[in-house]
């Protein structure tokens, strides 16, 4: 028998509490031994749980148990449980957690403080969809040419409701977290941060890739206006949030924004609070993984699986993929150096020669446009809605501050890029 320990029994904590109990048969058949939750921890005593386990409010009474060999982390935060998950995997006692932020941070320090103690976390990315296994096991024989991720259902859920319903942001924003699917602090989730940590993580399997969110380039869908909801739809695009990894001459762009994707593409018809996942090997081509992301029995699903493949095999595999370091690995791409083609939403005053001043700006940068509608915005402007060719982020960077600089524009002007 092994015995577990939860830290943080809350609505996940509780589902795998309750699929341990609903599944022992078969859980206990995979398995080999049977997988026992014998105690948890929580901040609050008197709040009711539906649990049968002994419950503490101090993590010492897991931590310094020595008859606990496996300690879930469901905790949420970063220091705190880093100090927590430090000291199980110090007392030699394998360690599971869906902890996606405490990941993107000290992902690669917990790798070596846990040498040779299991320690998984399937449920941090794309909740019960197994998408560290397939990068970690399944794809091992492939160079990773690109991952694309819908990694943040919140975010899908309210794109879907906006282009498909025209609800607009402050309503379904409300309605997404009265549904339980957005982070105690949705800023998380509408500002990428949630999907950028999940990115991370992914990158790290991919790549052998050390970076910290403050390296990527992430933008969230707060300013998403109805306009380029209208854009979108005219040019037969769909607008999700994505996690994109993309692999070119040696460098790797880690970055996740608001995306234009033609609806032609599978992952365009991802809706609602689904995720999915895009991963193109070098040898394999392009896998794609598809499931919900978040939610007390999917997360558990994965907190669960993991328990039994430490049962199973103990350490099998190395946690972030990799027994050695790569000999010649990629870079990650500078933030100005991604290139991707791009929306531009730009305000302006509707006179003669603005129009060709902007394209001027444009075409001194290299930037060619492929697409422009103009939408009368009030009596005397009208918004420019373009798409152009593939360019460089620095480049259209500037072009954007050239056209502030010289007064083009009156409001700033709003970017998105597009992936096809
Ligand atoms: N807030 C996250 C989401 C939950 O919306 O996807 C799962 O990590």
Redesign the pocket.
């Known amino acids: 028998m092994l015995k577990i320990g939860i830290i943080g029994v809350g609505t996940v904590g509780q589902s795998v509490c309750q699929i341990l109990e609903d599944n022992k048969d078969i859980i206990t058949a995979r398995a080999g031994v049977e997988l026992v939750p014998v105690s948890g921890v929580v901040n609050n005593l008197s709040k009711k749980r539906d649990v049968s386990i002994k419950l503490s409010d101090n993590v010492d009474d897991i931590l310094d148990d020595d008859s606990i060999d496996i300690v879930v982390e469901l905790m949420g935060g970063v220091e705190i449980p880093y100090a927590v998950v430090k000291k199980a995997l110090e007392k030699g006692k394998a360690v599971v957690t869906?902890n996606?932020a405490l990941l993107a941070y000290h992902r690669y320090e917990l790798q070596d403080i846990a040498g040779e103690t299991p320690f998984e976390f399937e449920a941090?990315?794309?909740?019960g969809i197994p998408i560290i296994t397939a990068l970690r096991e399944g794809l091992g024989a492939n160079h990773i040419e690109s991952i694309k991720g819908i990694?943040?259902?919140?975010?899908?859920?309210m794109l879907d409701k906006m282009i498909n319903e025209d609800i607009p942001y402050d309503v379904i924003l409300k309605e997404?977290q009265d549904l339980g699917?957005?982070?105690a602090d949705?800023e998380?989730?509408v500002g990428g941060y949630?999907?950028a940590h999940?990115l991370l993580i992914l990158a790290s399997i991919a790549y052998g890739i050390d970076a910290k969110p403050e390296d990527i380039l992430i933008e969230g869908i707060q300013n998403i206006a109805p306009a380029d909801i209208s854009f979108a739809k005219e040019f037969d695009y769909s607008l999700k949030l994505l996690g994109i990894a993309k692999t070119r001459d040696g460098i790797v762009e880690l970055r996740v924004h608001p995306v234009l994707i033609p609806n032609k593409e599978m992952i365009a018809k991802v809706d609602g609070?689904m995720?999915a996942v895009s991963v193109v090997g070098d040898k394999v081509g392009e896998t794609l993984y598809y499931g919900a992301?978040?939610g007390g029995d999917v997360?558990a699903s994965a907190v669960v699986a993991n328990i039994i493949d430490i049962a199973r095999k103990g350490k099998g595999s190395p946690m972030l993929g990799f027994k050695k370091p790569l000999e010649v690995g990629l870079k990650l791409a500078a933030k100005g150096d991604i290139q991707t083609k791009y929306y531009l939403r730009l305000h302006v005053e509707d006179k003669a020669g603005v129009l060709s001043k902007l394209t001027m700006i444009l075409g001194d940068k290299n930037i060619s446009i492929k697409n422009m509608v103009q939408k009368p915005y009030d009596e005397n402007s009208a918004n420019l809605l373009l798409s152009t060719h593939t360019c460089n982020e620095k480049d259209i960077k500037e072009a954007l501050e050239v056209f502030k600089k010289e007064n083009l524009v009156l409001s700033t002007p709003a970017m998105i890029r597009i992936e096809e």
């Open positions: 869906a996606k941090a990315v794309a909740g990694i943040n259902g919140t975010c899908n859920y997404a699917y957005a982070e949705p998380f989730d949630d999907a999940k609070v995720n992301g978040a997360t």
